[in-house]
């Protein structure tokens, strides 16, 4: 049977969803795209078992046909096209592409070997993109590389009470928490789900669209727009009980701008990011000193006045890069730091507000 639908939005369709399909896997079919052409509209699915999403496009197709075909192969030939019309002979074991001057042909597998995508039910709420996607992209530094240790460490906790929505993250070495407001209720949840859930969403986000919907079930979730949706799979892990984290209380604490400690820290880091990767802070009378120092490339110290302080003298080492996170995920333009001691962990969070709240461990000195 013949299809044709428009080459752009195919192409752009096939890079979203070939960002689903694993990089290696032992199962062939995952390396294929789902194409299914269903009474004038292309229906295409990806899947890694963990993470599933479905686009449709109309096309133009004088019957009704099912395969699966090579996503990033199928991508990248479409890609490749001048034609504004991509053209193609759909059959069960294979699909022909025609150019004005070329001719494509790709060999296909069975479809009914293609995970099926679950239907998530349950009930509908609706999220705005900004909060979405900004508590996402706060925590994830935060986020281990998947089976580098504990799978808690590779997942975002997605947690609600009522209309209040938590992103928490950790990484065994400081946690980040970062949650915002909406009219809706979202009763009480506690799910864990890959970063990769987010990552997509962010990616395949119409620009048309400031909202999507989302329906948890017992092990699932969805996330929908009108011609896109996509599932993921709920973890199955313990999370560390992070609200033993956070600090209650604290001896010492002061105010800064947040740009001004952000750029000291970057210089710093350019001492010390392939060496010690270390820094020392020190507070005395409303003046932070930041210095490091490497063995082979040299040494570095900047002064910066605070804004104001409480507690008397502070100092602590701490991991550079690290430190540089937690302050880039403020949005305001100044920045509270807090801490017991020496010793303990620091707490960094926006002023007046527990939006983000941002918990590292101190470095012993060697």
Not at 43 to 62: M, Q, R, Y
Not at 82 to 110: A, H
Request: glycine share 6%.
């Amino acid at each position: 049977m013949q299809v044709q639908c428009n080459k752009d939005e195919l192409s752009l369709v096939l890079q979203e969803l070939t960002s689903v399909v694993p990089t290696t896997t032992m199962i062939p079919v995952l390396n294929n795209i789902l194409v299914d052409i269903n009474d004038g509209n292309l229906n295409l699915v990806s899947s890694d078992l963990e993470i599933g999403l479905t686009i449709n496009i109309p096309c133009k197709a004088d019957s009704n046909i099912t395969t699966t075909v090579p996503g990033k192969l199928f991508a990248e030939i479409v890609r490749s096209l001048n034609e504004p019309i991509v053209t193609m002979e759909v059959q069960t074991d294979s699909v022909k592409i025609l150019g004005d001057n070329s001719e494509f042909f790709i060999n296909c597998i069975d479809p009914g070997e293609f995970p099926i995508l679950p239907e998530v039910s349950g009930k509908a709420f609706t999220l705005k993109k900004d909060n979405l996607l900004h508590s996402y992209e706060r925590v994830i530094p935060a986020v281990l590389t998947k089976g580098e240790g504990n799978i808690a460490y590779s997942c975002i906790l997605l947690e609600t009470n009522a209309n209040e929505f938590k992103f928490v993250t950790t990484d065994g070495q400081r946690l980040i928490l970062s949650k915002f407001w909406d009219n809706a209720d979202f009763n009480s949840l506690h799910i864990l789900l890959p970063p990769k859930t987010f990552n997509i969403l962010g990616r395949i986000w119409p620009r048309d669209e400031s909202e999507v919907q989302f329906t948890v079930s017992e092990r699932e979730i969805s996330f929908t727009f009108k011609t896109k949706r996509l599932v993921s799979r709920i973890l199955e892990a313990d999370f560390p009980a992070y609200e033993k984290v956070i600090p209650e209380n604290v001896s010492f604490s002061f105010k800064v701008d947040k740009n001004s400690l952000l750029g000291t820290l970057q210089r710093a880091y350019i001492i010390v990011r392939n060496g010690t990767k270390r820094v020392s802070l020190d507070l005395v009378s409303d003046i932070l000193t930041v210095s490091g120092q490497d063995p082979e490339r040299g040494w570095v110290t900047e002064k910066i006045k605070v804004i104001e302080s409480n507690g008397g003298e502070w100092s602590g080492l701490f991991d550079a890069k690290k430190l540089i996170d937690g302050i880039s995920g403020v949005d305001t333009e100044e920045v509270v730091i807090e801490t017991s001691g020496p010793f303990h962990p620091l707490l960094i969070r926006e002023p007046d507000s527990d939006n983000y709240i941002y918990v590292l461990v101190s470095l012993k000195s060697s």
